[in-house]
């Protein structure tokens, strides 16, 4: 929705704004810095118009405000000849994509929105490009996992549901970092003995040696992903796939981000391996509750809301894979995936 936003103290102003251009855009309104952030909180829009002088806060503030809470949104500032050099600033310091002054012509607020239109359709396109061609990079290593470990494979593609489900349980924002994170955590257990992953996932006791082969994955897959542009924040998460929760407050956003992600990998690892054992799914929940300090309490109970709603079969459900029965698919992708497993064998 390519909605534009007008703030401003004078709602008169506003309202002939959008009396007058409400043919040609989609025009919302707003009297306050205060109401127009409740309302940016809530829906999103492609361009904000902002006031330079209103009450409480300036208009440079609240468009700062909006960046942090909507990066793609383009800002416009309306200001006065006085402020014309505080104008310049916020444009130079990329918080403002362009300044007006006051009073604007109707034909330039007109070129003017076209522009930031544009601008915004731009970005959002640049992005679904990007995605399309990161879920892709995604989609060709777990088909390098599958070849190597069709166990593994199977247990990612249940590991994207459980993720995704808690993803939007809990309002994350932005699905795609946690999806590829789930498909693949477990990309590095190319390097794990297949017997021992089947031990693992069968919930019998493994030796010293064999756990510390298994947990090493994790490790193995932030180095195979780490250098993938944009995927940093994925990497990271994989890599702290099964540690125990520790709660941090006032972290950054994109570390706030890993840390959720990493414990929602925790917590639908935990639940798929003790529901894979013979265990019954609300037996699974009920045990991880009695563990309760190595999860995220906001995660766990998300996955009891999720099962719930959605039930187990849809939860947890698996496609089985086995050596003797690879999918005909992942063949293709056998040469690939050894020349990628020597090569890091030997990093």
Request: aromatic share 6%.
């Amino acid at each position: 929705m390519n909605t534009i936003l007008f703030v401003d103290d004078d709602i008169r102003v506003v309202s002939a704004l959008q009396r007058a251009l409400h043919k040609t855009y989609e025009i919302e309104i707003a009297g306050c810095a205060s109401e127009a952030l409740e309302a940016i909180d809530e829906s999103s829009y492609a361009v904000v118009v902002s006031d330079m002088k209103m009450p409480g806060m300036s208009g440079i503030e609240f468009l700062a405000r909006v960046k942090e809470m909507s990066p793609d949104t383009v800002r416009i500032l309306l200001t006065g000849q006085a402020d014309l050099d505080v104008a310049i600033a916020a444009v130079n310091e990329g918080n403002v994509f362009r300044f007006l002054s006051k009073p604007c012509p109707q034909d330039l607020l007109a070129r003017t929105l076209d522009a930031a239109l544009e601008q915004y359709r731009m970005c959002a396109a640049e992005k679904d490009v990007l995605r399309e061609t990161l879920m892709g990079t995604v989609t060709v290593l777990v088909e390098v996992l599958g070849a190597i470990q069709p166990l593994a494979f199977g247990r990612a593609a249940r590991l994207r549901r459980c993720v995704r489900a808690l993803a939007i349980e809990l309002k994350a924002g932005e699905l795609w970092p946690f999806e590829a994170a789930a498909m693949l955590s477990q990309i590095g257990c190319i390097s794990v003995r297949p017997e021992v992953l089947e031990k693992y996932y069968a919930g019998e006791d493994l030796s010293g040696e064999e756990l510390s082969q298994m947990l090493s994955h994790a490790q193995f897959g932030r180095r195979l992903l780490h250098g993938i542009p944009r995927l940093s924040s994925v990497s990271r998460m994989i890599e702290r796939q099964h540690e125990a929760f520790a709660e941090y407050r006032g972290l950054p956003e994109e570390e706030d981000s890993v840390a959720l992600g990493s414990q929602m990998l925790r917590v639908a690892l935990d639940f798929i391996r003790l529901s894979g054992t013979g265990m019954a799914a609300e037996a699974a929940i009920m045990r991880m509750h009695a563990d309760e300090s190595q999860y995220n309490p906001e995660v766990l109970a998300a996955l009891g809301r999720v099962y719930r709603e959605v039930g187990e079969t849809d939860l947890v459900s698996e496609e089985h894979y086995t050596s003797e029965a690879v999918p005909s698919e992942h063949q293709l992708f056998r040469p690939v995936a050894e020349q990628v497993l020597r090569a890091l064998r030997t990093a």
